[in-house]
C-alpha cells in the first residue's frame, strides 16, 4: 500500500524530468506511482457503498492565498493536490473493486493566467486512473444521484469555521459551489444525505494511514533525515545574542535548502525560562549566555511530516545541573524508545505510564522529594507520544489504548520542566528538557527516523562548538 505521491517527487532543483517544462502543463507535480489504496479502503466497504470526499478550501489573509495544502485524507486516497475538487468512489464489481470520479476545475486559460496551471480533464484521467473526471459544479447533481442507489454513503463534512456555522451536509455543498445551485437543489441533496444511511469516514482511512508502507517509511525517513540535519546545523549557528527568530528562521532555511515544500508546524524555540511554556511559539526573545534552548521542529517533505525537539546549551557546553537534569530525561527516553515494538504489546497510554515510572526514578536520584501530583501535574503535563505521518498528530481517530504494531510511527517526547518554586532543587529551576525523537515501530527493533539530530551529551556540545564537522550552512 503506497499513497500517490510518495515515492519520487523530483524538487524543483533537480533537471532532467518532465517537469522541466515552464510552465507547467499541470496543477502540481507528477509521480510515477499509482495508489492502491483506494482498492483496499474500498474492500473493507459493504458492496452497497459510495465514499465521498472533497479538496481542502483555500485559505486566504489579507485578500490573497496562503500556499495551498491539500485535505490529508483527500491526498491520501487520490494524490490530487488542486484546490476546488472532490472525489466519489463507488463500490462496484469491475476489475479493480471500485469506480473513481474526480471533479476539478480542468483548463481555464484566463484563470491560469494569474493561478497558474491546472490538469486537464484528460489528464485526469490518463494520471490519476479516474474513470471518469467532471467539472466540480456537477458534484452536487451528482452527488445526489449517486446517494439516491447506495445504502451506505461514508462522508466526512468539512470543519465549521465557525459556532455559528455548524457541520452540515448543506455546508460541504456550498463549500464546493456556493453559487452554482439555488436553494431548493440543494435541499435535495441534503435530504439525499440522510444520517441513517450518512458513516463516518475518517475512522476507516486513519486505520489505513496509521500502518505505513515500505514507500512511506522512506520518506518519512527523508523528512526526519532533512530536520535532524537541520537541528545539528542550528545548533552551530546558535549562540548568546542572537534571536529566538534567527533560530527559527535559520531551521526552516536549511530544511528548504534540503528540499522541504514547508514546516510541518510553527517551531517552538524556547530560551532559558520559556522553555516551561510547552507551546511557546513567540519566538520573540534574544538568547541569553548560560541558556538552554528547547527547540520542537520539523520540516513536511513530499507530503509528510517530521516531528524533533533537542534541548542544548546556548554557551556550547551544558552547566553541571544543566547535564545531570538531560541526563535523567535521556535516559529515560532512550529506555522508552526500546519498548516501541510490536513484541512488546504496549499501547500508548501504557507507554506513557512507563515514562512517568522511568522519570521519577530519575528526579528521586536528583534530590527531587515528589508529593502527589507534582510529576504529572507540574514537571511533566503533556502526554509521551503521538501517531504522525502525514499530518503531525494523526490523533484524531486513533485509539491510544491499541497495542502497538509493525510500521507505526510514534514520537516518543519525555520532558521535565521545572518552575522556580520551593518543592523543586533550586539548581534546576527555569529548566525546561524535552527530548523527542519519530520512531519506526518494528516487530522486535524500533527504528529512529530522526537519528540524524544529535542527542547525546558529547554530539550535542560537538554539533554546538563546530567539532562535528558541521557548519552553520
Same mark, same amino acid.
Given at each position: 500500500?503506497?499513497?500517490?505521491?510518495?515515492?519520487?517527487?523530483?524538487?524543483?532543483t533537480e533537471t532532467g524530468s518532465a517537469q522541466d517544462l515552464k510552465p507547467s502543463n499541470y496543477g502540481q507535480p507528477l509521480f510515477p506511482s499509482h495508489p492502491h489504496l483506494g482498492?483496499?479502503?474500498?474492500?473493507?466497504?459493504?458492496?452497497?457503498?459510495?465514499?465521498?470526499l472533497v479538496a481542502a478550501p483555500i485559505k486566504y489573509m489579507s485578500g490573497s492565498a496562503y500556499k495551498f495544502r491539500q485535505s490529508s485524507d483527500f491526498w491520501y486516497l487520490t494524490g490530487f493536490e488542486e484546490p476546488e475538487s472532490a472525489v466519489i468512489l463507488e463500490r462496484v464489481s469491475n476489475s479493480r473493486g471500485y469506480r473513481m470520479t474526480l471533479f476539478s476545475s480542468g483548463k481555464d486559460s484566463?484563470?491560469?493566467?494569474?493561478?497558474?496551471?491546472?490538469?486537464?480533464?484528460?489528464? /485526469?484521467?490518463?494520471?490519476?486512473?479516474?474513470?471518469?473526471?467532471?467539472?466540480?459544479?456537477?458534484?452536487?447533481?451528482?452527488?445526489?444521484?449517486?446517494?439516491?442507489?447506495?445504502?451506505?454513503?461514508?462522508?466526512?463534512?468539512?470543519?465549521?469555521?465557525?459556532?455559528?456555522?455548524?457541520?452540515?451536509? @448543506?455546508?460541504?455543498? @456550498?463549500?464546493?459551489?456556493?453559487?452554482?445551485q439555488s436553494r431548493s437543489e440543494y435541499e435535495s441533496v441534503v435530504d439525499s444525505l440522510s444520517i441513517p444511511r450518512r458513516q463516518p469516514l475518517a475512522p476507516l482511512v486513519a486505520k489505513l494511514r496509521s500502518i505505513k508502507s515500505e514507500c512511506e517509511q522512506r520518506v518519512m525517513r527523508s523528512a526526519a533525515g532533512i530536520s535532524g540535519h537541520a537541528f545539528a546545523k542550528t545548533m552551530r549557528f546558535t549562540q548568546p545574542g542572537v534571536s529566538e527568530s534567527a533560530?527559527?528562521?535559520?531551521?526552516?532555511?536549511?530544511?528548504?535548502?534540503?528540499?522541504?515544500?514547508? +514546516?510541518?508546524?510553527?517551531?517552538? /524555540?524556547a530560551s532559558g525560562?520559556?522553555?516551561?511554556?510547552?507551546?511557546?511559539?513567540?519566538?520573540?526573545? /534574544?538568547?541569553?549566555?548560560?541558556?538552554?534552548?528547547?527547540?520542537?521542529?520539523g520540516c513536511e517533505y513530499n507530503g509528510y511530516a517530521s516531528d524533533i525537539t533537542r534541548t542544548y546549551p546556548a554557551s556550547g557546553n551544558f552547566t553541571s545541573a544543566q547535564r545531570d537534569l538531560y541526563t535523567a530525561v535521556l535516559t529515560a527516553q532512550k529506555a522508552l524508545v526500546s519498548l516501541c515494538t510490536e513484541v512488546t504489546s504496549?499501547?500508548?497510554?501504557?507507554?506513557? @505510564?512507563?515514562?512517568?515510572?522511568? +522519570?521519577? /526514578?530519575?528526579?528521586?536520584q536528583l534530590g527531587f522529594r515528589l508529593h502527589t501530583g507534582d510529576l504529572e501535574r507540574v514537571l511533566y503535563p503533556h502526554f509521551l507520544s503521538h501517531p504522525i505521518g502525514i499530518d503531525l498528530h494523526e490523533s484524531a481517530n486513533s485509539d491510544r489504548g491499541e497495542r502497538l504494531k509493525a510500521g507505526m510511527v510514534i514520537t516518543i517526547e519525555p520532558g521535565i520542566y521545572v518552575p522556580p518554586v520551593p518543592q523543586f532543587p533550586k539548581s534546576f529551576h527555569n529548566?525546561?528538557?524535552?527530548?523527542?525523537?519519530?520512531?519506526?515501530v518494528g516487530k522486535e527493533h524500533p527504528i529512529i527516523l530522526s537519528v540524524a539530530a544529535p542527542k547525546e551529551i558529547v554530539d550535542v556540545e560537538g554539533a554546538c562548538q563546530g567539532l562535528l564537522g558541521l557548519q552553520q550552512f
Open positions: 500500500m503506497a499513497s500517490y505521491g510518495v515515492a519520487t517527487e523530483p524538487l524543483a482498492e483496499t479502503l474500498m474492500d473493507n466497504l459493504p458492496s452497497d457503498s459510495v465514499v465521498v484566463a484563470k491560469e493566467k494569474w493561478e497558474g496551471a491546472r490538469t486537464s480533464f484528460e489528464d /485526469v484521467l490518463a494520471i490519476f486512473k479516474a474513470d471518469n473526471a467532471l467539472p466540480i459544479h456537477a458534484f452536487p447533481s451528482q452527488l445526489k444521484s449517486l446517494a439516491s442507489i447506495y445504502s451506505n454513503i461514508y462522508i466526512d463534512l468539512p470543519n465549521a469555521s465557525t459556532k455559528r456555522s455548524p457541520r452540515t451536509v @448543506r455546508s460541504l455543498l @456550498r463549500y464546493l459551489s456556493p453559487s452554482a533560530v527559527a528562521a535559520h531551521f526552516e532555511y536549511l530544511c528548504s535548502l534540503s528540499g522541504s515544500q514547508r +514546516l510541518a508546524y510553527v517551531p517552538v /524555540v525560562p520559556n522553555a516551561l511554556i510547552i507551546h511557546y511559539t513567540s519566538n520573540n526573545q /534574544v538568547v541569553q549566555d548560560g541558556e538552554l534552548i528547547l527547540m520542537d521542529a504496549l499501547s500508548l497510554h501504557e507507554l506513557h @505510564r512507563r515514562s512517568c515510572e522511568l +522519570l521519577r /526514578v530519575e528526579l528521586n529548566m525546561g528538557i524535552r527530548i523527542e525523537d519519530e520512531v519506526l
